[in-house]
């Protein structure tokens, strides 16, 4: 990653952003995205003494509530540490920000969103945060862009297009729901590892 980097209107949104999710994470959000919906909605409300959102910054924001238990399930598989309070707060609202990114955001690539997140932690959180965020961003990128993070989704998706076909008719049977896979307690990916199961045996041989 680049060791200068140029703050543009996007990459300041995305600052923006932050200070938001962190502001929610200072108030209580844990795991409820609710937190973070609520805040947004204050602060969309235009006042003299504020500046307003970018609309890029909503956008972000509003993403992170609604994919926030996938972003920390990625987070906290990939950062190696007891549990996600035992991260910066700082470094865990950019860290979002950027989860949120290289899952949703397909105009922007995984490399620069990362880049992104590493000079907005040099700016404002510790000497130790840069190498941190990109070890922990750049192992997550890995993992979405391995096959088997693919056959995940397809099977999400799957299971949540047989769940709204069970919910539009009550005389089809139920749909058999494709079985989930969560991140195992404690995994700790070795070089972009996936979510499979095979990935026990790896970390036996790591």
């Known amino acids: 990653m680049s060791k200068q980097h140029r703050f543009t209107s996007r990459t300041k949104a995305r600052k923006r952003a932050a200070d938001v999710v962190y502001e929610a994470d200072q108030r209580g959000m844990g795991s409820n995205p609710d937190v973070l919906r609520d805040l947004l909605r204050e602060r969309r409300v235009i006042t003299a003494a504020q500046t307003p959102l970018p609309e890029f910054s909503i956008q972000i924001i509003a993403g992170v509530a609604d994919n926030l238990r996938r972003i920390d399930s990625l987070i906290s598989a990939h950062a190696r540490v007891p549990g996600l309070d ?4 700082v470094d865990l609202a950019v860290m979002r920000v950027a989860v949120w990114e290289m899952l949703e955001n397909d105009e922007v690539s995984p490399i620069i969103v990362i880049d992104e997140a590493i ?6 959180s510790t000497d130790t945060s840069p190498s941190f965020v990109n070890a922990v ?3 997550i990128r890995k993992d979405l862009a391995s096959p088997a993070w693919s056959r995940r989704s397809s099977e999400e998706e799957e299971a949540h297009v047989s769940d709204e076909a069970e919910s539009s008719s009550d005389n089809e049977l139920p749909a058999q729901e494709a079985p989930a896979r969560a991140l195992p307690a404690g995994a700790k990916p070795l070089d972009g590892g996936s979510v499979e199961d095979e990935l026990d045996v790896l970390l036996e041989e790591y």
């Open 119 to 124: 000079s907005i932690v040099r700016s404002i």
């Open 86 to 89: 035992r991260i910066a707060a």
């Open 137 to 139: 961003l750049d192992a």
